[in-house]
């Protein structure tokens, strides 16, 4: 199947500090990447629609200047934490789309961001 | 919006038993996809369910999609230790994931 890469996979920053989180399909174009958000033991939450060459959607709820999506390329998509707090400490993972077909996402590894 | 509730939220079996998670919508679903998650993994693709009624089989795995197309099910039948993980339905789209069903398996 289609791959998805994720980098880094993990990150330790302190509060205040900004990181970003890259997303590439690594076989295939992807003309929109989605970015989720899990806590422990609970669901994926879509954060966001990243769209190549146009806004990010957001989700209701979701602050864009906190989380920063930029999707300059058909194969790469970049979440920025900005100012990140111990409360954003979470597993971000994205993923994409390769072509209609079965709608089948395949996601990256994920990140784990730890907020000191 | 529409959402998708799945249950039970956690089920531990002994190994060689069966296993059954339930996905509901109050809202006809167009489609349900259903992803599994190692622990510490991502979610891996199963199977996409879209005719009314629709039965699909993978191996041990038995997915079906309700007649009114507004529920799903996954069933394992005489469960193995490799089938440990969270298990969740997905209305594709923006893929809303249901809460997932975490089964853990007692060797």
């Known amino acids: 199947g289609a791959v998805v890469s994720q980098h880094p996979s993990w990150v330790i920053c302190k509060s205040g500090t900004s990181v970003k989180i890259e997303c590439r399909s690594l076989d295939f174009q992807a003309t929109t990447m989605f970015w989720y958000r899990q806590f422990p033991k609970q669901s994926l939450m879509l954060m966001a629609t990243?769209?190549?060459?146009?806004?990010?959607?957001?989700e209701q709820g979701v602050e864009k200047d906190k989380f920063l999506i930029n999707h300059a390329s058909l194969t790469l998509s970049t979440l920025t934490v900005t100012s990140a707090h111990p409360e954003d400490s979470s597993f971000y993972i994205c993923?994409?789309?390769?072509?209609?077909?079965?709608?089948?996402?395949?996601f990256g590894e994920g990140s784990r961001l730890t907020v000191l | 919006g529409q959402q998708v509730m799945q249950i039970p939220q956690y089920q531990h079996v002994q190994e060689g038993e069966d296993f059954t998670t339930y996905c509901n919508s109050s809202?006809?679903?167009?489609?349900i996809q259903w992803y599994k998650q190692r622990p510490g993994g991502h979610p891996v693709f199963l199977i996409q369910?879209?005719?009314?009624?629709e039965v699909k089989k993978q191996k041990r795995l038995t997915f079906q999609f309700g007649e009114a197309k507004k529920n799903s099910s996954l069933h394992i039948t005489a469960t193995q230790t490799t089938d440990v993980g969270t298990y969740f339905c997905a209305k594709r789209g923006k893929l809303i994931f249901g809460q997932g069903t975490e089964l853990s398996v007692k060797p």
């Open positions: 369910l879209v005719k009314s009624g």
């Open positions: 809202t006809t679903l167009s489609n």
């Open positions: 990243s769209n190549e060459g146009s806004k990010a959607t957001y």
């Open positions: 993923s994409a789309r390769a072509g209609e077909g079965t709608g089948e996402l395949f």
